[in-house]
């Protein structure tokens, strides 16, 4: 079986292309020969560079895609056997894209790494109005879509298969050190985030701030990561006076950054997903500290932690919450460090996941 991979994805999505690279991976450890067009200072169709110029410019880059989309639409696709595109917003271009590809392969592929993703964007401008009008007209063009979101089975009239976000667990650093130390003085929670407004640490801030003071000395909150949030949840942590229960470290990684995880007694998941509409889906980040074996606090419906016991659940609106009570559920908690990295090295790898592309293509062989 063979197939392509269609990126858009700028360099700068350090994060993204890495969940793409182990996607690839995933799907070869499939046994799907996948080749991958990519952004690489220019555009590349597997090793072959097919667009020299580049640009960090959104608008220039729109531009250069109409001459890389031609360029990809000149290859030959006679040998493979389907199509894996990562959803971009429509454009005139990539409704043509689509429609071409549509004949020049058994299977059109499209994955929707959020969905719903209309709350994240703005409402009015050109690429917007342009996505909402062409998305409507792809159903003759596509399979299937991949969808990192709840459908009911089907999106813009096109069959839908859900997908979570996932791992690999053998890049993700696990210290197993004294299983949960609940004689430790403080409970160390640790966030990893970009520091966007539906992360919402603010909620937790001002749930530590609602603690009594012998309850306060207990709980310990380390911030990684910069974003357009940091500043003004600075300027909240001084004014509770929180300056030693909460630490902001900025953006780390590797040693560093496990460094820090090796501290921490439960990871901190988005607290304010309902500031952009959403309150069920799949972020990396949970199957990470789950694989690093932290337990974790978690606001939005989760379908693969459903009857997960590390996972302390509090609501998905606005307003502090009972930090008490978390202390409380973390000091009775069962699960280990290293029963809580199985399950992620159980149920939350990339192949498990990349499987239901390899599985939908071989069941619309056996129909057709």
Known sequence: MRAVYIDFNPEKNVGVRRKISYQIDALRNLGVDTVHAFYNNGYYFGEEKIFGLHSSSTIVRKVYEIKIVKEILSRDFSGFDFIYLRYVRLTPWFYWMLRVLSKKVSKVYVELATYPYDGEVKKYSPLTISDNFFRTKISSYVDAIFCFGITEGRVWGIPSVNMTNAINPADITFVNVEENNKEKQSIDLISVSSLASWHAYDRLIDSMNELPSDAKSKVKFHVVGDGPKKVELERLVQQYNLDSHVIFYGSLQGEKLDEVYAHADVGVGSLGLYRIGLDEITPIKMSEYAA?????????????????????????????????????????????????????????????????????????????
């Open 292 to 368: 690093k074996g932290l337990p974790f606090i978690l606001a939005n419906k989760d379908p693969r932690f459903e009857q997960a016991d590390f996972v302390y659940r509090v609501p998905n609106k606005a307003g502090s919450f009972d930090l008490e009570k978390m202390i409380t559920w973390y000091q009775n908690l069962k699960a280990t460090k290293a029963s809580i990295r199985k399950f992620a090295e159980d149920n939350l790898t990339w192949e498990t996941q990349m499987r239901k592309v390899v599985d939908h293509f071989n069941r619309s062989k056996t129909q057709n």
